[in-house]
């Protein structure tokens, strides 16, 4: 009697699977579920593809927004730079002189046809010596404690670079016009030191070594 | 009246033809390796269907499909063996029938409920008749007089064979009993 319990068993369990084989043949052709089911998975896949996109396109924008807003720490300074532009603070709360500790540093060369034109400053905090040539050409030499030194400087169409003067780490800004136009920033002493003018880097170097 | 029940005929094997045409296509091609013997069949299963309508309730249940695939199944296998015959097929049978598309991996099936070997050859042995009967009675739960109307028979043959089978199997059953004591 086991035996034909047993039997009855097995045939049952495989009519059902042949069963089911039969009938999944069978739908795998059917255009409706076939077409169905690719809608389903063309939906799934479109929304995989469309998060895969979004995620790729909000790192690429960060990495692009990061790469371009480099920070860069320089001298303490804090550089952020763009294609465009670039801002140079220095960090607010760090006072670097206190009161009547501050000297201010003047160039002893001067290149030729310069002559100075305005000094203005505010005592212990910033200076600025203005020079100009006979065609019109300025020489902007800034001066500041940290915690108030804070410029932007335009560096479109630009050469960025950090040279070494004196035992000074320099960042020249190069710009291809106008011609030998230019912008080096260093730290002296206690002070950030902009100088900015329409000259070449040996002239540059010249007014850097005789700051006194 | 008449026109509206041709109407609904004509429909319903419409129907039929869009939903099974490519899977007939394709399941007698793969006996017969002919384009041409496929799509006789394929009319022929259509003429069989048409005849038979009233055995589909509705053409999309799995029942009909097992009912469509069956049909399909036999009229290609008994035109390969008369090709056979006739010398007009040149691979073996055991080949092109073991390996039906949509059949069930015996020796699969076998061993992922742990048959032993004999039951998994006997269950090989079984005709396509046999399975036949076993995916109606089992698979789409037909009585054994439905059975009977599907495959044209009387209710005495399917349940001979039904018997028939179970009687083999509980053969090999029973002397695995013995070998193991």
Same mark, same amino acid.
């Given at each position: 009697? @086991?035996?034909?319990?047993?039997?009855?068993?097995?045939?049952?369990?495989?009519?059902?699977?042949?069963?089911?084989?039969?009938?999944?043949?069978?739908?795998?052709?059917?255009?409706?579920?076939?077409?169905?089911?690719?809608?389903?998975?063309? !939906?799934?896949?479109?929304?995989?593809?469309?998060?895969?996109?979004?995620?790729?396109?909000?790192?690429?924008?960060?990495?692009? $927004?990061?790469?371009?807003?480099?920070?860069?720490?320089?001298?303490?300074?804090?550089?952020?730079?763009?294609?465009?532009?670039?801002?140079?603070?220095?960090?607010?709360? @760090?006072?670097?002189?206190?009161?009547? /500790?501050? &000297?201010?540093?003047?160039?002893?060369?001067?290149?030729?046809?310069?002559?100075?034109?305005? *000094?203005?400053?505010?005592? =212990?905090?910033?200076?600025?010596?203005?020079? &100009?040539?006979?065609?019109?050409?300025?020489?902007?030499?800034?001066?500041?404690? *940290?915690?108030?030194?804070?410029?932007?400087?335009?560096?479109?169409?630009?050469?960025?670079?950090?040279?070494?003067?004196?035992?000074?780490?320099?960042?020249?800004?190069?710009?291809?016009?106008?011609?030998?136009?230019?912008?080096?920033?260093?730290?002296? %002493?206690? +002070?950030?030191?902009?100088?900015?003018?329409?000259?070449?880097?040996?002239?540059?170097?010249? $007014?850097?070594?005789?700051?006194? | 009246?008449?026109?509206? #029940?041709?109407?609904?005929?004509?429909? &319903?094997?419409?129907?039929?033809?869009?939903?099974? !045409?490519?899977?007939?296509?394709?399941?007698?091609?793969?006996?017969?390796? =002919?384009?041409?013997?496929?799509?006789?069949?394929?009319?022929?299963?259509? +003429? $069989?269907?048409?005849?038979?309508?009233?055995?589909?309730? @509705?053409?999309?249940?799995?029942?009909?499909? @097992?009912?469509?695939?069956?049909?399909?199944?036999?009229?290609? #296998?008994?035109?390969?063996?008369?090709?056979?015959?006739?010398?007009?097929?040149?691979?073996?049978?055991?080949?092109?029938?073991?390996?039906? /598309?949509?059949?069930?991996? #015996? *020796?699969?099936?076998?061993? /992922?409920? %742990?048959?032993?070997?004999?039951?998994?050859?006997?269950?090989? /042995?079984?005709?396509?008749?046999?399975?036949?009967?076993?995916?109606?009675?089992?698979?789409? %739960?037909?009585?054994?007089?439905?059975?009977?109307?599907?495959?044209?028979?009387?209710?005495?043959? $399917?349940?001979?064979?039904?018997? !028939?089978?179970?009687? &083999?199997?509980?053969?090999?059953?029973?002397?695995?009993?013995?070998?193991?004591?």
């Amino acid at each position: 009697m @086991n035996s034909k319990r047993e039997a009855k068993k097995i045939l049952k369990a495989y009519g059902k699977a042949a069963y089911q084989e039969r009938v999944k043949y069978v739908d795998s052709f059917s255009e409706e579920k076939a077409a169905f089911l690719r809608k389903i998975s063309y !939906r799934r896949v479109m929304k995989r593809c469309m998060l895969v996109a979004l995620i790729l396109i909000l790192t690429f924008s960060l990495l692009v $927004i990061g790469a371009n807003a480099l920070g860069i720490k320089f001298l303490n300074l804090s550089i952020f730079e763009t294609d465009t532009h670039s801002e140079i603070t220095g960090n607010q709360g @760090n006072k670097t002189a206190d009161a009547g /500790e501050v &000297k201010f540093y003047r160039p002893d060369y001067i290149p030729k046809g310069y002559s100075l034109v305005e *000094e203005d400053g505010i005592e =212990d905090i910033k200076m600025t010596y203005i020079y &100009k040539n006979n065609k019109d050409e300025y020489l902007y030499i800034n001066e500041s404690v *940290e915690d108030k030194f804070s410029h932007q400087i335009d560096n479109e169409d630009c050469e960025i670079s950090t040279e070494t003067i004196l035992d000074m780490e320099v960042r020249v800004y190069r710009y291809k016009e106008p011609a030998n136009s230019c912008i080096y920033i260093m730290k002296k %002493g206690n +002070l950030y030191i902009e100088i900015s003018g329409n000259l070449k880097d040996d002239e540059m170097k010249k $007014i850097i070594y005789s700051l006194k | 009246m008449l026109f509206a #029940i041709i109407q609904v005929i004509y429909d &319903k094997i419409s129907d039929l033809a869009k939903e099974y !045409r490519n899977m007939m296509l394709s399941l007698s091609y793969s006996i017969l390796k =002919d384009y041409q013997y496929a799509e006789d069949i394929t009319q022929e299963a259509f +003429l $069989i269907l048409s005849q038979n309508m009233d055995k589909l309730d @509705n053409i999309y249940s799995a029942r009909s499909r @097992n009912y469509v695939y069956t049909i399909t199944k036999n009229l290609t #296998i008994s035109k390969y063996r008369s090709l056979k015959n006739e010398n007009m097929v040149q691979s073996d049978e055991n080949n092109s029938l073991n390996n039906i /598309e949509g059949s069930l991996d #015996i *020796e699969a099936f076998g061993n /992922e409920y %742990g048959f032993s070997e004999k039951i998994i050859n006997a269950l090989a /042995e079984l005709d396509e008749l046999d399975r036949d009967i076993l995916c109606y009675k089992y698979g789409a %739960g037909y009585t054994g007089k439905e059975i009977a109307q599907l495959m044209n028979s009387n209710p005495d043959s $399917i349940y001979k064979r039904m018997q !028939r089978a179970i009687s &083999k199997l509980r053969e090999i059953i029973e002397e695995m009993e013995r070998t193991e004591k």
